[in-house]
């Protein structure tokens, strides 16, 4: 059975001290963090994700650390299931990001906006116009991931032109997402930027 506990006893198993340290000082404030790279949490999820009772995981709320919420990210983006519920399972997850990485690769874990084009547009909107820090960061992350495109480029300015929240993780996602944008559609962008 897929309970947090298990997954948490197969995390400590994995855990690294010295990335502990180094990946901590990346996130500031996360104190819950046992330095399991990257890498070895993908190969984790995919297994968890192919288990029947993922949703089982994904749906607890007593994670205690940073993987965890990690992983059932990583898994939401991975599992198979309709168009209906994944979007299901991303609104329950977004009020969990309370850090830029959990953000991050949250976002570039969901390819169902590359299948889904419209209803994943229509989706991140009203992200966007959150009071949040980390639901307008979902909004951004998810368009400079997926949406950086000719199609996108000109509601995304706009979009971006129209975010009003000093957060610092805000911030940088805009200005994060105005360079991707810039990179792939540098005639579309220049006008803006001047």
Known sequence: MTTTE???KELKTL??????EFHSSLIPGAN????VRIPQL???AKGLA????WRTF???TDTQYYEETMLQGMIIGLAKMELEERIHYIRLFVPRINNWAVCDIFCG??????RYRQEAWEFIQPYLESAQEYEIRFGVVMMLSHFADEGHVKAALRRMDGIRHDGYY???AVAWALSIYFIKLPGAVMPYLE
């Open 15 to 20: 855990e690294d001290p010295t990335y502990r």
């Open 42 to 44: 993908r190969i984790m």
């Open 32 to 35: 819950n963090i046992l330095g």
């Open 170 to 172: 805000v911030k940088m």
């Open 6 to 8: 298990s997954v948490r």
């Open 109 to 114: 874990s969901l390819k169902m906006a590359g």
């Open 58 to 60: 994904v749906e607890a």
């Open 50 to 53: 192919k288990k029947e009772d």
